[in-house]
């Protein structure tokens, strides 16, 4: 089954800084994976996606995340911290166990912006 | 486009009680999903329809909870008897047919077991 491991579950940055925020998967085959982003109170929402094709994936408020299969990882970056992008994000893989597999996700890192 | 809608936002109850939880999906949507979501971690599934059909549950989708989605239209979340272990945000999504299909959610439904 698949599983995702985000590293660090709180990660600050200052205004205007590089966002790094990391994600590995564990499946053997080849993943579909997300990033959703989650303000208080509300629900998930997506961010950018992974399926096929293209590795740099592009995705809304300036975000965007490598496909690496060496280092079965997805981190995803943005190259300047605005303060409106404090919030919880959350990686995610599909799992292709059971009739039609469903969404893996992990345990989220919180972004926090200081001024 | 409305988005995935549910109700209510925020649930109080008093352990042993029973409550239910409404999700309307996407119109166009065949796929639904119940997630549950603890303070600190990631949503966790629970179970998701394929139009009518319940084809998936998870091993944490006790006895007391049941789900429906009559009609494959909107969906319910029952909670039988509830225990205070169940308080969490309890969030349903949807989405399209495939694998590359993304999950749209909703903004939850917040439980409290008192």
């Known amino acids: 089954a698949q599983s995702v491991t985000q590293l660090g579950s709180h990660v600050s940055v200052s205004e205007g800084a590089l966002v790094l925020l990391r994600c590995n998967y564990s499946?053997?085959?080849?993943?579909?994976l997300f990033w959703y982003v989650q303000y208080p109170n509300q629900g998930l929402q997506l961010l950018l996606k992974?399926?096929?094709?293209?590795?740099l994936v592009k995705g809304i408020n300036g975000f965007e995340a490598e496909f690496k299969k060496s280092e079965t990882s997805f981190h995803l970056t943005k190259p300047s911290a605005h303060m409106s992008d404090a919030a919880e994000y959350f990686c995610a893989a599909w799992n292709y166990g059971g009739s039609q597999g469903n969404l893996i996700f992990g345990k989220g890192t919180k972004l926090s912006v200081k001024p | 486009d409305t988005g995935v809608s549910q109700n209510p936002r925020h649930k109080i109850t008093k352990r042993g009680q029973n409550v239910t939880f409404r999700c309307d999906p996407i119109s166009e949507h065949n796929r639904l999903y119940w997630y549950r979501q603890t303070l600190g971690q990631g949503p966790e599934f629970l179970t998701y329809?394929?139009?009518?059909?319940?084809?998936?549950k998870s091993r944490l989708l006790s006895d007391r909870f049941s789900a429906e989605r009559p009609k494959g239209s909107f969906s319910t979340l029952e909670i039988q008897r509830t225990e205070q272990g169940d308080s969490a945000m309890y969030l349903c999504?949807?989405?399209?047919?495939?694998?590359?299909?993304?999950?749209?959610f909703g903004n939850g439904t917040r439980l409290t077991v008192t």
């Open positions: 999504a949807s989405s399209q047919t495939g694998y590359n299909s993304p999950l749209h």
């Open positions: 499946s053997s085959v080849p993943p579909y």
């Open positions: 329809f394929q139009n009518e059909a319940q084809l998936e």
């Open positions: 992974y399926t096929t094709g293209a590795t």
